[in-house]
């Protein structure tokens, strides 16, 4: 697991968006990375390691002048957990940043079909076929976001929290979700998109829990939630948080290995999520295609530190 947040508001984000990361810390991550738009730019800013390597890179930067962008600290799932591969990822015009929790089962033949078309690669993740397939997307509509995103996600299999700025639209960010979390906090003049609640939980404790299948578009004075397939608005109100950042990043259990317990069916669930049949009938396991049916399966997470058998 990992982390994401964007900001729009009154206050200067980078330093903002860093304080979210570090409340998030305690989900696991190998590198980590901002986007923001200032002076008419794109700025990504991007560190393999702790915090503190891209805090070391942002000190010689100017960042005083956005009020609005996205952090990510990552968890490599496709490719070294290197500067490279870190989020947020752009489009080849460098106009959209995006990062992005999860994994993109498909994203070889993504990766494949937007190659065809003259699209050149410069990492080694699943995710950077998003920013390029969305900025296809953004071409044939027009550049109308919530229309470009709806195409995209629609051709997507796998597991995301996306959070995207682009240069077009400085002070908006969007957010979509399918199977990772993403949260929306709702401020003064400040609104917040996360992967968890204490990323932004010392600024507001009105809350909005984006379901599967939604988008979220944020600005300093408003919010919206689309349903991504049909673009419908959907209307919803934010609930009030009463925990603190230290039960919020236990989501309300007494022990982080409590709560690690009762979210296995779940973290099991949304790492199979791309690869059950649409029937539910069963898991596709393409990879063992042909192979005797085995009689005992080992399920090993990435960066094992142990395995579970079922
Ligand atoms: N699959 C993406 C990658 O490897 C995102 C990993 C994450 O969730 O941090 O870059």
Redesign the pocket.
Same mark, same amino acid.
């Given at each position: 697991?990992?982390g994401i947040i964007g900001y729009s508001g009154h206050r200067v984000a980078v330093p903002l968006i860093m304080e979210g990361l570090r409340r998030l810390e305690y989900r696991g991550?190998d590198s980590a990375g901002v986007a923001y738009i200032q002076d008419g730019a794109l700025h990504v800013v991007r560190a393999p390691g702790k915090l503190i390597e891209l805090d070391t890179k942002l000190a010689s930067l100017n960042v005083g002048g956005a009020l609005s962008g996205i952090g $990510? *600290?990552?968890?490599? *799932? $496709? &490719?070294l957990p290197n500067e490279k =591969?870190a $989020?947020p990822h752009r489009d080849t015009t460098g106009h959209l940043a995006l990062a $992005? =929790? &999860?994994?993109?089962e498909n994203f070889q033949t993504l990766r494949c079909m937007l190659q065809g078309e003259g699209v050149t690669f410069s990492t080694d *993740?699943? *995710?950077e076929s998003l920013a390029h397939l969305l900025a296809k997307g953004l071409r044939e509509h027009e550049g109308d976001m919530l229309k470009a995103l709806s195409w995209t996600l629609a051709q997507v299999e796998g597991s995301y929290a996306l959070a995207i700025v682009r240069l077009e639209e400085p002070g908006v960010v969007y957010g979509a979700r399918r199977h990772?979390p993403l949260v929306v906090g709702v401020g003064e003049g400040e609104h917040f998109i996360a992967s968890d609640i204490p990323a932004f939980l010392p600024y507001t404790r009105n809350v909005v829990f984006l379901d599967a299948g939604e988008i979220v578009r944020i600005d300093a004075h408003s919010w919206g939630v689309w349903d991504a397939a049909t673009l419908a608005q959907v209307h919803r109100t934010p609930q009030r948080i009463s925990w603190d950042v230290q039960a919020a990043q236990k989501s309300g259990y007494k022990h982080f290995m409590l709560k690690e317990i009762f979210e296995q069916p779940r973290v099991v669930a949304d790492c199979l999520a791309g690869r059950l049949d649409p029937a539910g009938q069963g898991v596709c396991l393409e990879e063992l295609a042909g192979m005797p049916v085995p009689k005992r399966l080992h399920i090993l997470p990435c960066r094992a530190v142990g395995h579970a058998s079922v």
């Open positions: 697991m990992c991550y $990510h *600290t990552r968890w490599a *799932t $496709h &490719g =591969n $989020h $992005h =929790n &999860g994994i993109v *993740t699943d *995710t990772s």
